[in-house]
């Protein structure tokens, strides 16, 4: 090759890897707030595979603009473009170039994954073999009840959570921060997906199963939950809200609620399907009634967001 | 035409091997590859079998203490043999022996018939049905799916048996008999997986 | 008086086959033309339907509340139309186009098995109907999704045995036997009906990728049939193979459904792959880059799809190792898919490119695949796929892929073949047209989709939270937008078809052995069998295609 060819292209190349590195950082305010140490941990990874991808897009996409704008056939042109079948070694190297490529995220990506151990051991059939043990990240815990976990019971449209060693139920999820979380995953019905896009975290909630999930939750604040598997007519209404506070303002909660006296909690499908069924009948089709709601200490309220 | 001698015979020979549309090696071709494709229905069946059992912490129905295995055996070594019967059966037809060919189908025919009523005499003693657990399900599932098989297999049979009686039916090949014969074979190598999954791995 | 092609690349207007009269189209036709005609409008049809269905899907979304239809509604809605957009649309367009141009492009005069295929079409309107029919079934039709995975598909609230869920499964297994039908065929005649001369090595890529796409479809649906066939069994006998409450195990149906639908994706897009691999060429004017490489990349596909399929579980509850192990397997995957890449972009670069409504779309369908493989290799890490799983990051994903190449390169390959199909030439203005609107309306539509799902919004909800309003209702116009640009192409289409100016045999000017006869093919497609002695794309060579081009034409013939 020509050393001006060279050039161009080195030049070429280090613009769009100045582009695709800016473009991965970036990718950071794609992200809801960190509001887990996981969440640190995927976006990293995130942002890194939006750097490699921006710069394979633009790549391919800067070739094919330019043979689109200064390679198009002359107007009365009918002679053909240059024979050329191929060339050996160019096709090695985009072979071998992408295969190291892959195997590098994919080296990254299980590193990350190791070290997030989100997953506490799972009753899952897997023909005997061992599942990955996560070992929970080691901190300094305050909460003598910090072992016993709370119990997330979904059903058709609601989240109710339990946290057994204090006796309060509630339908809104409060954690105390930079303490591992640990939850037990119920589901009476069908299958339904635990999801805090704040965390990153997320793990479907099967029926017939209680699944241990851990997480540590960094940031104080208000976030949601959402079920993120498809579970019939309310699916989208089935949210909740989670709340990170500090160690203090989480057992002052605890002990707030549990003296509270349990009231019938506020259930948007419920409600929807109540309110449709006073008027005679939805303009829709035969759906599952609604469980009733929970029975709980402390009862998330319908506009939560501030 | 403008082509050559060498070209047009080169093109008249490719054009009698290549333009057939029902050729007999076309339409084996064809039958094998729908075989094969079939067969991955049995496999994810069974592989569905073998996950629930080995899952299972409670297999067997209440009541239920095993599956009698005499009787099935016995149906197993009918079907089994009759694939041999059949295999005679078409090498008679090679040998243009109509009338052998047609005995040892029709007996085929009879070993595949008690085979099905060995199968309905099983079931209608069983104290299981088909909602009952797991095991009911993949075991009526499962042989009733073969069954299936097994009774198309048998008609298949009939409507070549018939046919053998129409005069100059075999001109054209004898794709219709090597077809059902292959597939007699094909549902005999899933019932003996099937007899072992079921009544030997107990 | 004989109509003889002197010469492959002449622009002489020869006189056309006579054009099918339009009541084949609606007979039971044995002829693979006739055949793959009424695949591909009966699919388009159906292309219109599941973008009605898209249509109302957008409307709702365009404003955060449940509000423009009741949420069962809504929920059917998206069930039917991934159902609609992939059995009736997807499969049978690609079915037709394999039909239409296989036989012609191997040299045979028609498929393996013409009355099995024909067979085969019919089940697509009869399933079809089925389908919409389940409108009227209690219940209204399936709302679970057109992964119907149980427990939500087993609930059936109105407790009526024919209801819209059993009426779905029944559809869906028609449609299996109609695939499976459809496989044996084009299987049976690539390997057996190529042309004297025609070696693998010299099939067009077209019919490589077609014949990898079958073999996928013959050895996936079974798996798939197996599922559905529990399934039914649950939902109606009240048996308990995936009830979680009988003892059941729900997930199993998880991997009995996705071991066949991942590689059904690969179904989906092979030939896509294919459609580009014969269109670059003819408008670069330069031959396939690594065209054996390419030929073989195909296969590798094929057996990798067959072991990626739990990249769909990563949150169902899988154990680590698994999803480790297909996490490695899903991004190898990407390796033989970013060779072909390369080979296109190696293709056109230092060609002599014009950019014809074919080309337009071909280029619009390779980068918005590009982009697609990127985000698909995203969702391959298992801890980014933690958190955008089930959401409409997903849902971008293979948008930009159904969407941005499988749609998009449907419309290339009619356009292309469209003077080949109907003897008639396209209106080149409507077509630009077309690609204007679709490109832009594409990316409107299912970019946004991808912040969205980062954002945390779940896919398959019919209100959300007011947060994600923005980028909803830009998604939402694109949507219409999309809705809108089928309008030039319909009128082009027919117009075009009823009165276009008259097509000669190789309008194009490329190299195969489809553009050797008129325009349309006459029935039987050759008077004598093609002899092939050169490889495929000789552009920018001289050398036959064929040894006895002069012959290929039916002598005039008389319907």
């Known amino acids: 090759m020509k050393i001006r060819t060279v050039l161009i292209l080195a030049a070429v190349a280090t613009a769009l890897a100045a582009i695709s590195f800016w473009v991965g950082q970036s990718a950071y305010g794609w992200m809801p707030p960190q509001a887990s140490a996981e969440s640190i941990l995927v976006d990293r990874l995130f942002s890194f595979l939006v750097t490699v991808g921006t710069f394979i897009f633009l790549g391919v996409f800067v070739t094919l603009a330019y043979a689109v704008l200064f390679q198009q056939a002359g107007r009365y042109d009918s002679s053909d473009g240059p024979h050329i079948e191929g060339n050996v070694t160019l096709e090695i190297v985009w072979t071998a170039i992408p295969l190291a490529l892959v195997l590098w995220i994919a080296v990254y990506s299980f590193q990350i994954y190791d070290q997030m151990s989100i997953l506490g051991p799972m009753e899952h059939v897997h023909m005997g073999m061992a599942t990955a043990e996560a070992a929970p990240v080691v901190q300094g815990s305050a909460d003598s009840d910090a072992d016993v976990p709370i119990e997330v019971l979904a059903r058709q449209w609601t989240w109710e959570f339990r946290y057994p060693g204090q006796n309060v139920s509630s339908t809104e999820l409060h954690l105390p921060s930079n303490q591992r979380a640990t939850l037990l995953l119920k589901s009476e019905d069908v299958i339904h997906g635990f999801f805090i896009p704040a965390f990153r975290i997320k793990q479907d909630v099967i029926p017939n199963e209680e699944i241990t999930f851990e997480f540590t939750p960094i940031r104080e604040g208000k976030y949601r939950l959402r079920d993120s598997q498809y579970s019939g007519t309310y699916f989208a209404a089935m949210q909740a809200d989670v709340v990170v506070e500090s160690s203090d303002a989480y057992r002052e909660w605890l002990t707030s609620a549990a003296k509270k006296p349990p009231v019938v909690a506020y259930n948007e499908a419920f409600e929807d399907y109540r309110q449709i069924s006073e008027k005679g009948g939805s303009a829709g089709w035969v759906t599952v009634p609604p469980a009733e709601p929970p029975l709980v200490n402390y009862s998330g309220s319908p506009l939560t967001r501030e | ?202 | 008086m004989t109509n003889v092609l002197v010469d492959e690349t002449s622009n002489n207007l020869n006189q056309p086959g006579e054009p099918e009269s339009w009541r084949r189209f609606f007979s039971f036709s044995t002829d693979h033309k006739v055949i793959g005609i009424q695949y591909i409008v009966t699919a388009f049809f159906f292309f219109l339907v599941g973008g009605i269905f898209a249509m109302v899907i957008r409307g709702e979304l365009i404003t955060p509340e449940a509000d423009l239809v009741d949420r069962t509604v809504y929920n059917a809605m998206f069930t039917l139309h991934g159902t609609v957009m992939l059995f009736l649309w997807t499969f049978p367009v690609l079915s037709g186009l394999a039909n239409y141009l296989v036989p012609l492009m191997i040299g045979a005069r028609d498929m393996a098995f013409p009355r099995l295929n024909a067979v085969a079409f019919w089940m697509v309107p009869i399933f079809g109907v089925v389908l919409m029919g389940s409108f009227l079934a209690p219940g209204g039709p399936s709302q679970a999704g057109w992964w119907a995975y149980p427990p939500v598909s087993l609930q059936n609230p109105s407790g009526a045995l024919i209801n819209g869920q059993f009426l779905w499964l029944l559809a869906v297994a028609l449609s299996g036997v109609s695939s499976i039908m459809g496989a044996v065929n084009i299987v049976t005649t690539i390997v057996r009906m190529r042309a004297p001369g025609m070696t693998f090595f010299k099939m067009p890529i077209f019919v490589w990728a077609v014949m990898s796409a079958q073999i996928i479809q013959l050895f996936g649906l079974p798996a798939l049939t197996a599922g559905a066939v529990m399934l039914l069994f649950d939902l109606s006998l009240g048996t308990s193979f995936f009830d979680p409450l009988k003892g059941g195990d729900p997930i199993l149906f998880q991997h009995f459904f996705w071991f066949y639908s991942h590689p059904a994706v690969y179904v989906i897009i092979l030939p896509i792959f294919g459609i580009f691999s014969e269109l670059f060429p003819v408008y670069a004017r330069k031959p396939l880059f690594g065209y054996k490489v390419v030929a073989i990349s195909s296969l590798i596909i094929v057996g990798l799809s067959a072991v990626v399929w739990v990249h769909h579980m990563f949150a169902s509850g899988t154990p680590g190792w698994m999803r480790m192990l297909f996490m490695f397997s899903t991004m190898l995957i990407a390796v033989p898919t970013g060779i072909k890449v390369f080979a296109w972009v190696a293709t056109i670069w230092g060609g002599k490119l014009r950019l014809t409504s074919a080309m337009l779309f071909a280029l619009g369908g390779l980068i918005m695949f590009v982009f697609a493989g990127i985000t698909g290799i995203m969702l391959a890490a298992v801890p980014v796929d933690i958190h955008v799983n089930n959401t409409y990051f997903v849902v971008g994903h293979f948008h930009y892929v159904i969407y941005g190449a499988t749609v998009m390169g449907v419309y290339a390959a009619l356009y292309h073949w469209f003077p080949k199909m109907t003897g008639r030439m396209y209106n080149e203005g409507l077509g630009k047209l077309h690609f204007v609107l679709t490109f832009i309306g594409a990316n409107l539509n299912f970019f946004p989709m991808h912040p969205l799902g980062l954002e945390g919004m779940p896919r398959r909800v019919a209100s959300y939270d007011p947060e994600f309003a923005f980028w909803n209702v830009i998604a939402s116009l694109g949507a219409f937008l999309l809705g809108i640009s089928t309008l030039p192409f319909i009128l082009n289409m027919v117009g075009s078809w009823i009165q276009g100016e008259k097509a000669p045999n190789n309008p194009w000017r490329a190299i195969g052995i489809e553009w050797l006869v008129s325009s349309p093919p006459s029935h039987e497609n050759f008077e004598v069998l093609p002899v092939v002695v050169a490889s495929p794309y000789g552009y920018g060579k001289s050398d036959p295609l064929v040894s006895n081009a002069d012959d290929l034409e039916v002598a005039h013939e008389h319907h």
């Open chain 2, 1 to 202: 035409m403008s082509t050559t001698n060498l070209d047009s015979s080169l093109t008249d020979e490719a054009v009698l091997q290549a333009s057939g549309h029902d050729e007999p090696d076309n339409r084996m071709f064809g039958f094998i590859v729908f075989l094969l494709s079939e067969s991955v229905i049995f496999l994810s069946f069974f592989v569905g079998y073998i996950v629930y059992k080995t899952a299972a912490t409670d297999w067997l129905p209440l009541g239920v203490e095993g599956l009698d295995v005499r009787e099935p055996a016995i149906n197993t070594v009918v079907l089994v043999s009759s694939s041999f019967v059949i295999y005679f059966a078409e090498r008679y037809l090679h040998a243009n022996n109509i009338w052998g060919f047609r005995i040892f189908w029709l007996l085929t025919m009879a070993m595949g018939s008690y085979f099905l009523y060995g199968q309905a005499v099983e079931w209608s003693g069983l104290e299981f049905g088909i909602t009952d657990g797991l095991f009911g399900g993949t075991f009526y599932l499962l042989t009733g799916f073969h069954g299936l098989h097994v009774l198309t297999g048998v008609l298949l049979q009939l409507i070549m048996l018939g046919r053998s009686f129409i005069p100059g039916n075999y001109d054209g090949g004898e794709f219709g008999v090597a077809a059902t014969s292959l597939f007699w074979h094909f549902v005999d190598v899933i019932w003996i997986v099937l007899f072992l999954l079921i009544y030997i791995w107990q």
